[in-house]
């Protein structure tokens, strides 16, 4: 198990800002590839951004030059900053553990999920 915990969520203008959280109780984030993810009310989960055990990142294509994706080895967390935010960005976000290769933008290739945490964006 890898207990994983969001933070960072709210409430925000578009064109504003986010800095989500994750951090892995008892476990080093390096150690492993990880995630986000999100889920907006009737959809299905999709990607947003991976990061390998190597820093190599990857990215959807809708937020591509807004997001980033980074890893600190000192406070042991996975972060997305998240700028240039739009409404359609308002979704419960996820963080998770892929442990085994496999496609990063498959939800279904991870293993440990976050309990996720509300990012809402406001016109």
């Known amino acids: 198990q890898v207990p994983l915990v969001e933070s960072g969520g709210g409430l925000v203008q578009a064109g504003g800002s986010l800095r989500l959280s994750c951090a892995a109780s008892?476990?080093?984030?390096?150690?492993?590839?990880m995630g986000w993810f999100r889920q907006a009310p009737g959809k299905e989960r999709e990607f947003v951004a991976h990061i390998t055990r190597s820093g190599v990142t990857y990215y959807a294509d809708s937020v591509k030059g807004r997001f980033t994706i980074s890893r600190s080895n000192a406070e042991n967390t996975v972060n997305l900053q998240m700028n240039t935010l739009k409404p359609e960005d308002t979704a419960v976000y996820y963080c998770?553990?892929?442990?085994?290769?496999?496609?990063?933008?498959?939800?279904?290739?991870?293993?440990?999920w976050g309990q996720g945490t509300q990012v809402t964006v406001s016109s």
């Open positions: 008892g476990r080093t984030v390096s150690s492993y590839a």
């Open positions: 998770a553990v892929k442990r085994y290769s496999g496609s990063y933008y498959l939800h279904s290739q991870y293993d440990y």
